[in-house]
């Protein structure tokens, strides 16, 4: 009798933890799903979303900025997951190219968590955790930059920001309707070859 009492004792604490875990990517699922429909998207509206109460979501994430750190960091991990499938190898123009466009195709669907980021968060939080996608970029500069294909007279660091920065203002000139979404990959792709391509070099033509 003694050990099934502690069997259902030692049960019913895994199911609630489990009923805990189940409710918490709920709620993380309807915020990425609610924030990028609407970068001002409530609690009210997330909890509703994610079929809890008010007092469930707080009891998981103690503020609307808490929740929307969560949301970026589910995303960008996401993101990282896309561009570690992309095909980064042989000529870094080439490989630079496929990077832009596809980290562009990202930004593009999730803008709108990136805004309530921005708006939510300190900017370097946000950089912070597109840390391991920022060091793709950072790599495929460096194997351009050794191959003489771009220009070594600008820190790396600051190529690196030219490239994050681009991105996401193409994506907001793109959700202002200040430039067509077709073209944002091609305007960011010959901005940033123009830009890096090393001096008295010819500036390559983007590659599709």
């Not at 597109?130 to 600008?154: E, K, N, P, Y």
Request: glycine share 6%; with cysteine; proline share 4%.
């Amino acid at each position: 009798m003694a050990r099934a009492s502690d069997s259902t004792g030692t049960e019913a604490p895994r199911a609630r933890r489990a009923d805990a875990r189940r409710n918490a990517e709920a709620i993380l699922d309807a915020a990425v799903a609610c924030l990028a429909r609407d970068p001002d998207a409530s609690v009210v509206d997330i909890a509703a979303s994610a079929g809890v109460g008010r007092v469930t979501l707080y009891g998981h994430f103690k503020t609307r900025g808490e929740l929307i750190d969560a949301a970026l960091v589910r995303t960008v991990r996401h993101a990282d997951e896309v561009l570690d499938a992309t095909d980064t190898a042989g000529d870094p123009v080439e490989a630079f190219t496929r990077l832009v466009a596809v980290s562009w195709q990202i930004v593009d669907q999730f803008g709108n968590i990136l805004l309530a980021a921005q708006r939510e968060l300190p900017a370097e939080r946000i950089r912070g955790v597109h840390d391991r996608v920022l060091r793709r970029i950072r790599s495929v500069i460096q194997r351009g930059r050794s191959t003489g294909a771009f220009r070594t007279d600008l820190p790396m660091r600051w190529m690196v920001t030219t490239v994050f920065s681009l991105v996401h203002a193409g994506a907001e000139d793109a959700a202002a309707g200040r430039v067509k979404a077709d073209q944002v990959a091609g305007l960011i792709t010959t901005t940033l070859l123009a830009a890096f391509t090393a001096p008295g070099a010819t500036v390559p033509a983007p590659h599709d």
